[in-house]
T-cell receptor
Framework: QVQLQESGPGLVKPSETLSLTCSVS??????????WSWIRKPPGKGLEWIGH???????NYNPSLKSRVTISLDTSKNQFSLNLTSVTAADTALYYC???????????WGQGTLGTVSS | DIQMTQSPSSLSASVGDRVTITCRAS??????LNWYQHKPGKAPKLLIY???TLQSGVPSRFSGSGSGTDFTLAISSLQPEDFATYYC?????????FGQGTKVEIK
């Protein structure tokens, strides 16, 4: 059974960088069959896809966040990570990592981690 | 970007009721439409992909239909474990937006 678990600092100051990691078990981030995505849900709002990465390192980002987002892969640890720079209160959200088993379709998700931006 | 609009935003229903949720895309997305169930504190769960294909392990009381711009999620007989928020999401083109969600509550 594939499992994903997000981790990272829960509190970040405005203008700093939010860094999160997703640890994958029961599957490999080196698989040729899947992309690995980050998705977030701000309080009171809907879900928003942030971006994804393929085992080759190829990435694709939501244009609304593209200038501030980097997603990277660590195959030795079977993890992938999210860096979101220059954060503001609008970036406060539950952040989920997910496996994309077909184009734009997410079959396994982590339980989410709260990222709060506050001074 | 393609916009996804769900209705209603919330509904109250009883165990055993038939429930339908509608999702409309701002332009045609063929059958590239997915449905998810989300309970507080839990990972979202894929229910249906490709508009009507039931994800493995999902009970058959869930069904999806539609193509083009109009889609429906139906729950044939609501069970206690089905009280949750449901999201549609298009997988036709990035950034793959989600609908705003439909909260199904106990009447």
């Amino acid at each position: 059974q594939v499992q994903l678990q997000e981790s990272g600092p829960g509190l970040v100051k405005p203008s700093e960088t939010l860094s999160l990691t997703c640890s994958v078990s029961g599957g490999s981030v080196s698989s040729v069959s899947y992309y690995w995505s980050w998705i977030r849900k701000p309080p009171g709002k809907g879900l928003e896809w942030i971006g994804h990465i393929f085992y080759t390192g190829t990435t694709n980002y939501n244009p609304s966040l593209k200038s501030r987002v980097t997603i990277s892969l660590d195959t030795s640890k079977n993890q992938f990570s999210l860096n979101l720079t220059s954060v503001t209160a609008a970036d406060t959200a539950l952040y989920y990592c997910a496996r994309e088993f077909r184009r734009g379709t997410f079959d396994y998700w982590g339980q989410g981690t709260l990222g709060t931006v506050s001074s | 970007d393609i916009q996804m609009t769900q209705s209603p935003s919330s509904l109250s229903a009883s165990v055993g009721d038939r429930v339908t949720i509608t999702c409309r895309a701002s332009q045609s997305i063929s059958i590239y439409l997915n449905w998810y169930q989300h309970k507080p504190g839990k990972a979202p769960k894929l229910l249906i992909y490709g508009a009507s294909t039931l994800q493995s392990g999902v009970p058959s009381r869930f069904s999806g239909s539609g193509s083009g711009t109009d889609f429906t999620l139906a729950i044939s007989s609501l069970q206690p474990e089905d009280f949750a928020t449901y999201y549609c999401q298009q997988s036709y083109s990035t950034p793959w937006p989600f609908g705003q969600g439909t909260k199904v509550e106990i009447k």
